[in-house]
């Protein structure tokens, strides 16, 4: 499977998130303020894990950051993980 980016999609589709949350902008914001500091502590587990080379850990971390951006709307990061 060939992964591909698109600079076309932003990272976080923030109309779809917007409107999920029932136009709350405290939450959006609680959200989005959320979601930067877990995927920034998620991408550094990540090196680590595939610098363990043990593919195990490195799906577990990938079935969750995929919900976890999955739930910001972060729909191409999802897409990858």
Do not use: W, Y
């Not at 109309?15 to 902008?25: E, H, S």
């Not at 990938?62 to 951006?69: D, F, N, P, V």
């Amino acid at each position: 499977m060939k992964i591909t980016a698109s600079s076309d999609l932003p990272p976080i589709d923030l109309v779809a998130l917007v409107k999920m949350l029932g136009d709350d902008a405290v939450l959006v914001q609680m959200i989005i303020t959320k979601f930067r500091a877990e995927i920034a502590g998620d991408i550094a587990a990540l090196g680590e894990l595939v610098a363990s080379g043990d593919p195990e850990p490195i799906r577990g971390l990938a079935h969750r950051l995929k919900g976890t951006c999955g739930n910001a709307q972060a729909m191409p990061i999802s897409n990858v993980a």
